[in-house]
């Protein structure tokens, strides 16, 4: 299970580069644990608005480097979580969302 203290400080050494957390909420199912993070939105402008890149993108000389650290700073970070499909998130969501308070 997620553990509150550990995986915050662990992706902390990304010096500032994560959304802040706004809402947790946690569910158990089938004897399976689940968790939900909400975090702000950015206002930084977005790369592509689609997963696939359909051009170059016009990015600084030190953003490259910059992602590569962070993925290695990611990669050290230990946890026992596991990542579900695109698809069974975006059904979930539709079908939970509605029960969150956490936008009003």
């Not at 650290?69 to 509605?98: F, M, P």
Request: net charge negative; hydrophobic share 40%.
């Amino acid at each position: 299970m997620y553990s509150p203290p550990s995986d915050p400080q662990a992706f902390a050494v990304l010096g500032g580069h994560r959304p802040a957390l706004l809402a947790i909420h946690d569910t158990e199912a089938d004897g399976t644990a689940y968790r939900t993070e909400l975090s702000e939105r950015l206002d930084q402008p977005v790369i592509s608005t689609d997963p696939i890149l359909r051009h170059q993108p016009e990015l600084p000389d030190g953003w490259w480097p910059a992602l590569e650290g962070a993925l290695e700073k990611v990669t050290a970070a230990t946890t026992d979580r596991v990542a579900d499909r695109q698809a069974y998130i975006d059904r979930a969501v539709s079908t939970w969302i509605h029960r969150l308070d956490v936008c009003g």
